[in-house]
């Protein structure tokens, strides 16, 4: 089966950084894209960063120009580097993948468990 494991996550303080790692492991054929969501208490699940295997990358508005996301050399990982984060970044971060098995079978999409990230002085 396929497993999604985030790590990275803590707690940084404001305009401080952290990088986010997501591997994806498994019987994987190949992967169509990587993004990473987010969940603050009380909050809906929320799209932060995209980025599929042609290259196209799609970020939220609050976090355009601060954070990144990334996967070197079209690997089963993908990173979110965070920079200049500020306290309303506090949520716990999911990482999801659009993983195709098997040739000519519809791809699914598979969800980490999620690390908390924590932006207080």
């Known amino acids: 089966q396929v497993q999604v494991v985030e790590s990275g996550g803590g707690l940084v303080q404001p305009g401080g950084s952290l990088r986010l790692s997501c591997a994806a492991s498994?019987?994987?054929?190949?992967?169509?894209?990587m993004g990473w969501y987010r969940q603050a208490p009380g909050k809906e699940r929320e799209l932060v960063a995209v980025?599929?295997?042609?290259?196209?990358?799609n970020y939220a508005d609050s976090v355009k120009g601060r954070f990144t996301i990334s996967r070197p050399n079209a690997k089963n990982t993908v990173y979110l580097q965070m920079n200049s984060l500020k306290p309303e970044d506090t949520a716990v971060y999911y990482c999801?993948?659009?993983?195709?098995?098997?040739?000519?079978?519809?791809?699914?999409?598979?969800w980490g468990h999620g690390t908390q990230v924590t932006v207080s002085s």
């Open positions: 999801n993948a659009e993983i195709l098995r098997l040739v000519g079978v519809a791809p699914s999409a598979y």
């Open positions: 498994g019987s994987i054929r190949s992967i169509n894209a």
């Open positions: 980025l599929t295997s042609g290259g196209w990358t």
